[in-house]
């Protein structure tokens, strides 16, 4: 039987230069996917505390217009009430109008007190990504 030729590469040197390079382009390689790995774990994290905020916000201005929604509907009942006791047209005007005041106060403080809350939910809700945009532009440069 005959043996199978041995087909060997031949043995050479890699010339130094070539292996540091070599070296150095794995090194850099590593190196960028390191940064691109931690800067996907800082946008997750960003998204994540984003995303927390707001929605702890919404449930927050949702909660204060279900009050407000509750103070209104009561306030109706009392005036619908206080109406239907009225024994004068003079006294039901004057409820009338005691109600409509009272009303029109609630509903400035109610809209106050929910427009600041908005701005509130949109300054926490902003400040994580504003801060991780400063914090990108101060790695960057």
Known sequence: MTEMPKFEMPKAEVPEMV????????????????????????????LETTYTAAS??????????????????NASFDFTTAMFGAKTLAEAAEVSTAHFRAQFEALSAQTKELSALAQKIAADTSEPIKSGVTKSFKFSA
């Open 19 to 46: 292996r540091e390079f070599a070296e150095k382009g794995v090194k850099q390689a590593k190196e960028g996917y390191d940064k691109m790995k931690a800067a996907a774990q800082e946008t997750t994290d960003l």
């Open 56 to 73: 702890k916000g919404a449930t927050e201005f949702n909660m204060k217009a279900l009050d407000a929604l509750r103070a209104n509907v």
